[in-house]
C-alpha cells in the first residue's frame, strides 16, 4: 500500500489494511512486529543473546516502518490532512523527545513493544532516520499544500479519480 506504482489491492482493502496496522501495530516509536494479542508476543527486548534473539521479531517496535506506514495511510486517507495530524501527534515522541534523549541526533534500532518502549539494539539506525524524514516530508505535504507539492502527495487521488471516471 505504501509504494509507488500501480495498486495491489482496492482502496477499500487498502483503507482496512492502515485501519488494522494503528490498531494492532502502530506505537509512539514506530510500529510493532507482532500483535500484542499474539500468544507468541514478546513484549520486551531483554535478557541473554538468544532470549533477545528470539524478541527481535515476536513484538519489538521498528522505527524505519513508520516512512512505509505514513505513506500507505496518506495514500489511502480521504482527508490526508487529518490523518496527517493525527499521525504527527502520534509519533510526536520519536521526534520531540526520543531524537534529543538517546542517541543525541539518531534513532534508536528498535523499542520494547510494551510502553513505556524502551529504546534497545544499535543506538545510531541510519534507515531509521532516513525513514523518519521520508514521514516528515509525506506529513507536511499533507498538512501544508502547496501547489506543487499537491502533485506529489495526491497523486494516487487524483489517478484514482481519473481512472474512475
Known amino acids: ?3 509507488e506504482g500501480p495498486a495491489l489491492v482496492s482502496d477499500e482493502q487498502a ?3 492502515v485501519a488494522q496496522v494503528r490498531e494492532h501495530l502502530v506505537t509512539p516509536f514506530g510500529l510493532r512486529t507482532l500483535a500484542p494479542e499474539s500468544a507468541a508476543y514478546c513484549p520486551h527486548y531483554a535478557g541473554p543473546q538468544e532470549e533477545r ?3 527481535y521479531h515476536q513484538g519489538t517496535v521498528w522505527p524505519w516502518l513508520v516512512g512505509h506506514f505514513v505513506a500507505a495511510a496518506l495514500k ?3 482527508e490526508p490532512s487529518v490523518v496527517a495530524a493525527e499521525l504527527s501527534q502520534t509519533f510526536a515522541p520519536l521526534i520531540d523527545k526520543h531524537l534529543s534523549e538517546y542517541g543525541v541526533g539518531s ?3 528498535i523499542f520494547d ?3 513505556p518502549h524502551s529504546p534497545n539494539g544499535c543506538i545510531a539506525q541510519a534507515w531509521s532516520v532516513g525513514e523518519l524524514i521520508r ?3 509525506w506529513l507536511s505535504r499533507s498538512l501544508h499544500p502547496h501547489p506543487q507539492n499537491q502533485s506529489q502527495s495526491h497523486r494516487n487521488q ?3 479519480t481519473a481512472e474512475a471516471g
Do not use: K, M, P, Y
Request: negative net charge.
Open 1 to 3: 500500500v505504501s509504494l
Open 15 to 17: 483503507r482496512s489494511l
Open 53 to 55: 534473539d528470539g524478541a
Open 76 to 78: 489511502s486517507a480521504a
Open 107 to 109: 534513532i534508536a534500532e
Open 113 to 115: 513493544g510494551s510502553a
Open 135 to 137: 514521514a516528515h516530508v
Open 158 to 160: 487524483q489517478g484514482a
